[in-house]
């Protein structure tokens, strides 16, 4: 037996909502009545039982824009209690979610909304006319950071009932890319997300007398879905932060009872004067995920709060896969088990599956994980193991009693702030730049945000080139977060005798020029 499965059960489905995601949040959300969920500054902006009526106008409202179930309605606004409702009322209208990082310029979001061929579109006001340009058949309409936009004009009446869904009907697609460098949408049923958030809530020990402060963005599965599915099953309420400033969290601490974030976060809380031991008394729970958390930081953390991180581990086609235990060691440096009801599994070099710590490739199967990527079977094949284990391109050792570490991806992959980039996207950009022969993108050690994008870009023989000219070369058509924080212009890339080039080569020059060598 070579592959740890965590046999306990996923919890068991026991309450008398449908078999959707967002009719399990309404039933709740009837339940916890008057109670405020979504705060902000204090105020509360939305409750409860605001859920049901305003989630029914808005689905009325995209039902007259064109929505309807299996329709996919594509998203490209500021974080706001609107946005929120904007999600849950295009899941009671069974349409599917397809939420967008506000950064991506319009060539970006030509591509995703070519591919999602969506009804909707919802984008800011400032962007209109440029999203009108490339939305092709979609309707387009507005939502503002102050919740104003002609989204919420000429809201019906009449609210839309909940349309009766089915487990397996998708709910959202998110987009991820892969190595080739172009996004794919890995689909998420509404069993996927419910399952995940139902055993997250067991294993995390939520209450309805929970409060979350929510710092995250919410076009991601950080904090659309493990965080506000979470608050939202729980009944618990959630003190939303539009952006992430160290100090406003710090301050909610005294109120509050939870906190996610990637490890960005806990590095810039370490670092705010305001930080001390006796500001965190009240917090039960803070979570760090999307990025790995180094030891150190964890080891610091505690000395300054005397809180252990928990770390878990997931995936945008997965959720969650793995999280240290609620009670039990919180391992500073691993990832923990994996949850009730998933399995994971490591295969070593040779294709074999190996247990002995030995690293490996990490492969996952449960309920949690995604239904394939949208219009690509092929992409979706090359992906799964005949036996339906996912492969995660994620490098990981296991130990005896199933604790998974990770220590380093198969995929060339760079993680900055909690923000996946990929190397091969940026390098077909400045490839296709005058005066460049070719580029390799790496990623080096940045204290803020883990890691920090360089491009090494090899000029054309004889050829004027520039680190500024390839930053201005670039800076249309990829989103800011994605831009190198360094150029460095060689004559040639270092290659090895099979003629490929040396990243780590490159790594190893270049590591030192955000944080000191070790
Ligand atoms: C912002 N910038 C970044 C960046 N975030 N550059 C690289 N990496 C990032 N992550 C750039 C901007 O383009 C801008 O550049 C400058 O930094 C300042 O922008 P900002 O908006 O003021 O940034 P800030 O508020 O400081 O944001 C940093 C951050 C944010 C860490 C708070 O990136 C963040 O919220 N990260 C979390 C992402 C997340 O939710 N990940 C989960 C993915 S789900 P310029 O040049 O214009 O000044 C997943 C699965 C799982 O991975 O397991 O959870
Ligand atoms: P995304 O595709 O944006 O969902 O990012 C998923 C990737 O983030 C995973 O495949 C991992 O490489 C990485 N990741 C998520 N959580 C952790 C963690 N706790 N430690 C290290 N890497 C993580």
Not at 15 to 24: C, E, K, Q, S, Y
Not at 402 to 418: M, Q
Request: charged share 20%.
């Amino acid at each position: 037996m070579t592959e740890h499965a965590n046999t306990s059960a996923a919890p068991a489905d026991t309450t008398p909502a449908g078999a959707t995601l967002i009719a399990h949040i309404l039933s709740v959300a009837a339940a916890a009545g008057d109670k405020p969920f979504l705060v902000e500054a204090g105020l509360t902006r939305l409750s409860f039982a605001d859920l049901e009526p305003r989630t029914a106008r808005l689905a009325a409202r995209l039902v007259a824009l064109g929505g309807k179930p299996a329709a996919r309605i594509v998203v490209q606004v500021d974080k706001s209690v609107e946005a929120v409702l904007l999600y849950l009322a295009a899941l009671r209208a069974g349409m599917v979610f397809v939420p967008l990082n506000t950064a991506y310029t319009a060539t970006e979001l030509a591509y995703f909304i070519g591919d999602a061929e969506p009804a909707v579109v919802v984008c800011r006001p400032a962007d209109e006319a440029a999203v009108r340009a490339v939305a092709g058949a979609a309707r387009v309409v507005t939502l503002g950071a102050d919740g104003t936009g002609s989204l919420l004009e000429d809201l019906p009446q009449q609210g839309l009932p909940l349309a009766a869904g089915e487990a397996g009907d998708l709910a959202a697609i998110l987009y991820t890319s892969g190595t080739t460098g172009r996004s794919k949408g890995a689909m998420l049923t509404h069993a996927n997300l419910l399952s995940n958030a139902l055993t997250l809530k067991d294993l995390w020990r939520w209450q309805s007398d929970d409060v979350l402060i929510h710092i995250l963005p919410i076009y991601h599965v950080h904090g659309l879905f493990v965080a506000l599915h979470g608050a939202l099953l729980a009944g618990a309420s959630v003190l939303f932060h539009q952006g992430f400033d160290p100090a406003a969290v710090i301050a909610d601490f005294a109120a509050a009872t939870v906190l996610m974030g990637v490890p960005t976060h806990y590095t810039r809380l370490m670092d705010s004067p305001e930080h001390c031991p006796g500001a965190c008394a009240h917090m039960r729970l803070f979570i760090s995920g999307s990025a790995p958390l180094l030891a150190e930081a964890h080891q610091r953390f505690e000395g300054l709060t005397g809180q252990r991180i928990l770390e878990r581990y997931g995936m945008t086609e997965c959720g969650m896969i793995t999280s240290n235990p609620y009670d039990g060691d919180r391992v500073a440096g691993t990832v923990g088990y994996p949850l009730p009801g998933v399995a994971v599994r490591v295969r070593g070099d040779s294709g074999d599956l190996v247990t002995n710590g030995e690293p490996g490739l990490l492969e996952v199967r449960g309920p949690n994980v995604f239904a394939g990527y949208w219009r690509n079977p092929d992409k979706t094949a090359q992906e799964f193991r005949a036996d339906g284990f996912f492969i995660t391109g994620d490098v990981a050792t296991q130990a005896p009693d199933g604790r998974i570490t990770l220590v380093g991806r198969a995929k060339d992959l760079i993680i900055a702030g909690g923000l996946n980039i990929y190397p091969k996207e940026i390098e077909e950009a400045i490839d296709a730049l005058p005066g460049v022969a070719e580029s390799a993108v790496i990623g080096v050690p940045h204290a803020d945000l883990g890691e920090a994008v360089v491009a090494v870009v090899a000029r054309q023989r004889g050829a004027e080139l520039s680190g500024d000219g390839v930053m201005a070369g670039i800076a249309d058509s990829l989103a800011r977060f994605k831009h190198p924080r360094r150029v460095v212009i060689v004559d040639e890339l270092p290659r090895n005798a099979m003629g490929k080039v040396q990243k780590a080569a490159l790594r190893a020059e270049h590591g030192g020029l955000f944080v000191p060598k070790p």
